[in-house]
């Protein structure tokens, strides 16, 4: 099983890359690092017109699609980044093998898709 905190602070590191309206890719490596809490005082605050800033997103129409299709976005950038091994895909997500091949099956995704 993967350590709750791991995920905690990958859930963590995504938000704030959201909310900062940059990629994630662009947050500091030791951002959520327990010795350097710190750093989080050093991001600049997101620049005027961001989408921090922009007028708040239209609601879903259906809120089972609209989720569905959030969780199969991050399903498949999971099994991307681990190679499309279900384990270890599922495991950075807090997810037992299990649970990764029920939700691959109900949101139709296939071992290789990409």
Known sequence: MSDPLSALRASL?????????????????SLLDDSQLGALDALEPAPSGSAADAAP????????????????????????????????AGASLGLSLRQMRYRMARLNIGVGEG
């Open 57 to 88: 997103a239209e609601l879903p129409r259906d809120l089972a699609v609209y989720l569905d299709e959030v969780e199969r976005s991050i399903l498949l950038r999971a099994l991307e980044a681990h190679r499309f091994n279900r384990t270890a």
């Open 13 to 29: 590191a995504e938000q704030l890359a959201h909310l900062r309206g940059i990629p994630q890719e662009e947050l500091p490596e």
